[in-house]
C-alpha cells in the first residue's frame, strides 16, 4: 500500500501554525508496518486541491487529508470533495444529533453555519467525529480511498486511531513489523552514536533496523524488526544491551517523558518535590505538574525573575550577586536550599541562567544555565551551556532540571 498526505490550511504555509498533523500520522503508521509515501501542505483552494490529490491519486493507493472541514467559508474541502466525487450535500441526521449535544452540553447557541457542518457528500461514507462538529469523510473510487479529516489534532487522533486504522487494515496487508524504543538524554545524537556504534553494526548485521529520533535534549532510538513478533525476544536482547551500553543516559522506553519517570520515582520513594526558578520562569513547575496525579508529589513552585525576589523569598545575600551574579554555583543552590526550606519539600530544583537572546558576556555567554537540586542533607548544581536560542534553551534547563533529580532519585549523584 501506498499512502499519501495532503494537509491543507493557509496557517501551515505562513507558520501561524505548526503542522503536528503530518508527523504524529506518519509516526503513528509507521508503527503500524505503513510508511506514508509523501507529504504536502497546501492552501485552501479549489484548484489546488484538485490538483494535488488527483497528482496523489495517480500514484497512491490511499490519501489522507487533514484541515479544511470548519464552518467558516474559507473553509471549502467537503465542497470540493463532494464535487470531484460527483456527488451531492445531504443533511446527514446522525451528524446533525452529534453537532446539536455537541452546544447543548456546552451551553452554547448552534448557528447556522454549524448545522451546515452536517451536510455530507452522499458518495461517501461518514466517520463519526466524538470531539468536535465536523465529521470525517471516506471516498472511494477505482480502488482508490480518500480520507478527509479534521485538522484539529485531538479531533483527527482519535478518528485515524479509532475510524481510519480499522478500515485500512481490513483492505490492505499490513506489514508484520516489531518495534522497541528507548530514551535517552544528556548525551547528543552523534556522541550517542559513536558510543554504541559497535552494538549498531551487529543490530544491523542481523537484519534490524536503527532509527535516531532526535529533539531538543532527548534521542528516542528505535529498534525495528521487519520479521513481526517472531523477532521480538532478540530485540529485546539487544535492547538491554543497549541499555548496559548507553548507561545513565537511558532513563525510560517507548514515549516515557522524563516528568512521567521522575513523578514515578517520587512516587515510589514518597517522596515530594517543588522548584525556584528564574530563567525558566515556571516552565519546569508546568512540565511537573502536566503529568496526571503529579499532586501526590509536587508541592509547587516560587518564580524569582529578578534579583529582588531572590533576595526577598530565598533569601540570596546582596553579596553573592555582587560577588558572583545570579548566574552562579552559589547563587542557585542558595536558592535550592532555602525553596527546600520553604516550600517543605524533599527536593528542590532550582535554575538559573541567561536564556537570550541578550544579557550575555564574555564570561557568562546567552545559554550559561546553573541547576541545582537540594535535598534533606546537601545540594549539589552543575552548569550547563546551551546555546543563543532563547525558547531552546528554556526547553534543555526543564529537561536537564529533571534529569538531575532523577539521577539523585537513583542514587547516580553521591550524597
Known amino acids: 500500500m501506498r499512502l499519501e498526505l495532503i494537509n491543507i490550511g493557509d496557517e501551515l504555509l505562513i507558520g501561524q501554525t505548526i503542522n503536528t498533523n503530518a508527523s504524529w500520522i506518519g509516526q503513528f503508521l509507521s508503527e503500524q508496518g505503513v510508511r506514508v509515501s509523501k507529504s504536502i501542505v497546501i492552501q485552501d483552494e479549489k484548484m489546488d486541491i484538485v490538483t494535488q490529490l488527483t497528482e496523489c491519486l495517480n500514484r497512491a493507493d490511499v490519501v489522507i487529508i487533514t484541515g479544511g472541514l470548519g464552518p467558516t467559508k474559507d473553509d ?49 461514507t461518514v466517520l463519526t467525529n466524538l470531539n468536535g462538529t465536523a465529521p470525517g469523510m471516506w471516498f472511494e473510487r477505482n480502488g482508490k480511498i480518500v480520507v478527509s479529516l479534521p485538522g484539529v489534532p485531538y479531533e483527527m487522533k482519535p478518528l485515524m486511531t479509532d475510524e481510519v486504522l480499522p478500515r485500512l487494515k481490513e483492505r490492505f496487508e499490513f506489514a508484520d513489523i516489531f518495534q522497541m524504543s528507548v530514551m535517552t ?14 552494538w549498531e553494526t551487529k543490530l544491523r548485521q542481523e537484519g534490524l533496523s536503527l532509527a535516531y529520533l532526535p529533539s531538543p ?26 541499555k548496559t551500553i548507553i548507561g545513565d543516559y537511558y532513563y525510560g522506553e ?16 514518597k517522596s515530594t518535590v517543588g522548584t525556584v526558578e528564574s530563567c525558566t520562569s515556571g516552565a519546569l513547575a508546568a512540565e511537573i505538574s502536566k503529568i496526571p496525579g503529579a499532586s501526590a508529589y509536587f508541592e509547587g513552585s516560587i518564580t524569582t525573575y529578578s534579583n529582588a525576589l531572590k533576595k526577598r523569598f530565598v533569601h540570596v545575600p546582596e553579596e553573592v550577586f555582587s560577588q558572583h551574579g545570579a548566574v552562579s554555583k552559589e547563587c542557585v543552590e542558595i536558592m535550592a536550599a532555602e525553596g527546600l526550606k520553604t516550600l517543605q519539600v ?21 545559554g550559561t544555565i546553573w541547576v541545582a537540586v537540594a535535598f534533606n542533607g546537601g545540594v549539589f548544581s552543575k552548569q550547563f551551556s546551551f546555546g543563543g536560542n532563547r525558547e531552546r534553551n528554556i526547553q534543555m534547563t526543564v529537561l536537564a532540571g529533571l534529569n538531575l533529580l532523577r539521577l539523585k532519585l537513583l542514587n547516580r549523584i553521591p550524597a
Open 346 to 366: 524533599d527536593y528542590c530544583i532550582a535554575t538559573s541562567g541567561i536564556a537570550g537572546p541578550d544579557g550575555g558576556t564574555i564570561d557568562k555567554p546567552v
Open 217 to 242: 535534549g532527548i534521542v528516542r532510538l528505535r529498534v525495528t524488526s521487519y520479521k513481526g513478533q517472531s523477532d521480538r525476544n532478540r530485540v529485546y536482547e539487544l535492547v538491554q544491551e543497549l
Open 254 to 269: 517507548e514515549h516515557d517523558s522524563l516528568a512521567q519517570v521522575v513523578g514515578k520515582l517520587l512516587m515510589a520513594q
Open 76 to 124: 471549502i474541502t467537503k465542497i470540493t470533495l463532494c464535487e470531484y466525487f460527483e456527488g451531492n450535500l445531504v443533511m446527514h441526521e446522525p451528524t446533525l444529533k452529534l453537532i446539536t449535544d455537541y452546544f447543548a452540553a456546552r451551553g452554547r447557541a448552534m448557528l447556522e453555519t454549524n448545522v451546515q457542518q452536517a451536510l455530507i457528500p452522499d458518495v461517501c
Open 185 to 198: 538524554t544528556g548525551i547528543g545524537e552523534s556522541f550517542l552514536a559513536e558510543k554504541i556504534s559497535d
